[in-house]
């Protein structure tokens, strides 16, 4: 695709009325109409584009193509594909979503940056979308747990946390609200969970990170443009054809990379990738490749990763700790920060630009259509 083409200006336009509803003129019908033309392009895209290790699945799930994974179909949005993990590595994180899985009956989704399948992403993130987050979830992590390798070293609902030990012996009663009688439930606020967990590698141990979320507050916590569904149901849990979420989708993504552009380049240029490949903007998405991959940024990320861990190491007894150490880094090994945060910064400010003037371009159509009606 060139790097402003219909399917760039279209969910432009998405844009656009995600921002400004009164841009729709007829708000309904004109959503329609997007979805209509969206549905459309997914499937021009899955049919041109689909790479050889997955299937295409023209008729449903619109905008996804699927692989077969151990026992579970893996659905992944057609934009991520071509940079997706390769099959090895995919099955390594299909078995480390079953590891921190914490209820049988959901969804686990591969989420984040991992999806892109770059180098300098040292950690592991899941959402699993449950259909329970009160005492039924509590249960079942106790159940699951003892057939676990992996440690979890802290779990978070609501306002309130537990490390360590404290774990298996209090999460039965962290949820305050589910009485446990029969039709009661979780009403807290928030009521996702968030687990993190030591993982054990051949190489080393690494942090992964599992959000379980009721799966009727899933778009309230996650986009389903950057995640793909590891399922054993035959189906993903959302749908791609949705030009107003794709619309908000965008416009979160541009207002992100502006906020970490100069505070944070590296979680910049990854949020950026998830811009450009949705829009098909290739040439800008293979420099992000390039930078994402380079020796600077991957050093980055494990050096982000290990302040992370220790934090977290901190929670475990001392036998505990030594499970988890990372190996030290290698003596005398430099880091060019500042050039790469330079290059970070230029390719950043590029790709924010190409945005406001696709931007500009849809939102004058738009206008434009309004005026001759």
Same mark, same amino acid.
Request: hydrophobic share 40%.
């Given at each position: 695709m060139?790097?402003?083409?219909?399917?760039?200006?279209l969910?432009?336009?998405?844009?656009?009325?995600?921002?400004?509803?009164?841009?729709?003129?007829?708000g309904?019908?004109?959503?329609?109409?997007?979805?209509?033309?969206?549905?459309?392009l997914?499937?021009?895209w899955?049919?041109?584009?689909?790479p050889?290790f997955?299937h295409?699945?023209?008729?449903?799930?619109?905008?996804?193509?699927?692989a077969?994974?151990?026992?579970?179909?893996?659905?992944v949005?057609?934009h991520?594909?071509?940079?997706?993990?390769t099959h090895a590595?995919l099955?390594?994180l299909?078995d480390?979503a079953?590891?921190?899985?914490?209820m049988?009956?959901?969804?686990?989704c591969?989420?984040?940056?991992?999806?892109?399948g770059?180098?300098?992403?040292v950690d592991?993130?899941y959402?699993?979308?449950? $259909?329970? *987050?009160? @005492?039924? %979830?509590?249960?079942?992590?106790?159940?699951l747990?003892? /057939?676990?390798? +992996?440690?979890?070293?802290?779990?978070?609902?609501?306002?309130?946390?537990?490390?360590?030990?404290?774990v298996?012996?209090?999460?039965?009663?962290?949820?305050?609200?589910d009485?446990?009688?029969?039709?009661a439930?979780?009403?807290?606020?928030?009521?996702?969970?968030?687990?993190?967990?030591?993982?054990?590698?051949?190489?080393a141990?690494?942090i992964?990170?599992?959000l379980?979320?009721?799966?009727?507050?899933?778009?309230?916590?996650?986009?389903?443009?950057?995640?793909?569904?590891?399922t054993?149901?035959?189906?993903?849990?959302?749908?791609?054809?949705d030009s107003?979420q794709?619309?908000r989708?965008?416009?979160?993504l541009?207002n992100?990379?502006?906020?970490?552009r100069?505070?944070?380049?590296?979680?910049g240029?990854?949020?950026a990738?998830? $811009?450009? *490949?949705? @829009?098909? %903007?290739?040439?800008?998405?293979s420099?992000?490749l390039? /930078?994402l991959? +380079?020796?600077?940024?991957?050093?980055?990320?494990?050096?982000v990763a290990e302040r992370?861990?220790?934090?977290?190491?901190?929670h475990?007894?001392?036998?505990e700790q030594?499970?988890v150490?990372a190996?030290a880094?290698?003596s005398?090994?430099?880091?060019s920060?500042?050039?790469f945060?330079?290059?970070?910064?230029s390719?950043?400010?590029?790709v924010?630009?190409?945005?406001?003037?696709?931007?500009?371009?849809a939102?004058g159509?738009i206008?434009a259509?309004?005026?001759?009606?």
């Open positions: 060139n790097d402003i083409d219909p399917f760039s200006i969910i432009m336009k998405s844009a656009v009325a995600a921002r400004d509803p009164g841009a729709q003129q007829d309904a019908r004109a959503s329609d109409a997007a979805n209509e033309l969206l549905e459309e997914f499937r021009g899955v049919f041109a584009a689909c050889a997955f295409p699945d023209l008729s449903q799930h619109v905008g996804f193509v699927s077969l994974v151990r026992n579970k179909t893996v659905y949005p057609i991520l594909a071509p940079i997706f993990p590595t099955e390594e299909v480390r079953e590891e921190v899985r914490t049988t009956d959901s969804t686990v591969l989420s984040g940056s991992r999806v892109f770059v180098s300098s992403t592991t993130d959402c699993e979308y449950v $259909l329970d *987050t009160g @005492l039924r %979830l509590a249960g079942s992590f106790i159940k747990d003892s /057939l676990r390798s +992996s440690i979890c070293v802290a779990v978070r609902h609501s306002d309130y946390k537990l490390v360590a030990s404290e298996l012996e209090k999460i039965i009663s962290i949820c305050h609200t009485s446990g009688f029969i039709g439930g979780c009403t807290c606020k928030p009521r996702d969970w968030k687990f993190d967990y030591f993982c054990l590698t051949p190489t141990p690494i992964v990170t599992n379980c979320v009721h799966d009727k507050d899933c778009e309230d916590f996650s986009w389903a443009y950057q995640e793909a569904a590891i054993a149901a035959g189906q993903p849990l959302r749908q791609l054809v107003l794709l619309g989708y965008v416009h979160w541009r992100v990379i502006e906020d970490y100069l505070a944070e380049p590296l979680k240029l990854k949020r990738l998830a $811009l450009c *490949t949705i @829009l098909a %903007l290739t040439e800008l998405s420099s992000l390039v /930078l991959n +380079s020796p600077v940024a991957v050093q980055l990320a494990k050096n992370d861990a220790a934090k977290l190491r901190e475990l007894p001392p036998q030594s499970k150490s190996p880094l290698e005398g090994e430099t880091i920060e500042d050039r945060r330079t290059e970070a910064n390719i950043l400010n590029s924010i630009e190409h945005y406001d003037i696709v931007m500009q371009r939102k159509m206008d259509q309004c005026n001759r009606s």
